[in-house]
């Protein structure tokens, strides 16, 4: 079945760090692919998005590029803050119509000092 | 502030009780989805409801069950708790019922079985 592989955290970087944070992802044909990202104690918020093959997701100085050819969306920031010490999950959506749910990978710990 | 309502925040209960989730979609939307967070299980889909009609089913449990109001509005009903039942409860809400539309998601419902 279509799953996401996420890299193991947590991620410990300095104010200003580069951030890649790997996921990559087994489905059959053209899943959505997503970044959601967690704070304490809060719901998930989208962070990112792309539907389809080369499209680049970004937000917030985030970004993720849709690669079939290695079926990856790895998230990257080129300069991390405290404030974005969070849980990151990366999840897709299949592209059958009947199932729509998201399938998350485990989440990535960033935890960032200053 | 996604749009997304959940009621209550907090949820404590003993073993084999009844308690009953509640979820506002956002404004528009029609989807209802819900997912159960654990620290053993990840993020896990549990049930997609669209136009209060059930849509998708996950990996929901025989006691759990839920349902769309013509509100829109659905309820999560978890009955027979175990203390495994543990975890946050979270909906989201998205405007379509197929794949690769966008999620949103509420703050949760942390339910402690004791």
């Known amino acids: 079945g279509d799953s996401v592989t996420q890299m193991e955290g947590p991620v410990t970087l300095s104010e200003e760090a580069f951030l890649t944070i790997n996921c990559t992802y087994t489905?059959?044909?053209?899943?959505?692919l997503f970044w959601y990202v967690q704070y304490p104690g809060e719901g998930l918020q989208l962070l990112l998005k792309?539907?389809?093959?080369?499209d680049k997701g970004s937000n917030k100085g985030f970004e993720a590029t849709y690669r079939k050819e290695t079926t990856s969306f790895h998230l990257e920031k080129g300069s991390v803050q405290v404030s974005d010490s969070a849980v990151y999950f990366c999840a897709l959506s299949p592209q059958n119509q009947a199932g729509t749910a998201l399938i998350f990978g485990k989440g990535t710990t960033l935890s960032v000092s200053s | 502030d996604s749009g997304v309502t959940q009621t209550p925040k907090h949820l404590i209960t003993a073993t084999g009780q009844r308690v009953t989730l509640r979820c506002s979609p956002r404004?528009?939307?029609?989807?209802v989805y819900w997912y159960q967070q654990s620290l053993d299980q990840g993020l896990q889909f549990l049930i997609q409801?669209?136009?209060?009609?059930?849509?998708a089913k996950g990996n929901i449990l025989e006691r759990f069950s839920a349902q769309q109001f013509p509100d829109l509005h659905s309820e999560l009903n978890l009955s027979s708790l175990e203390l495994g039942d543990s975890a946050l409860y979270f909906c989201a809400s998205s405007v379509g019922g197929g794949g690769g539309y966008e999620q949103y998601f509420g703050p949760g419902t942390r339910l402690t079985v004791t």
């Open positions: 489905a059959t044909g053209y899943p959505s």
């Open positions: 409801y669209y136009n209060g009609e059930e849509r």
């Open positions: 404004s528009g939307d029609l989807s």
């Open positions: 792309a539907t389809k093959a080369d």
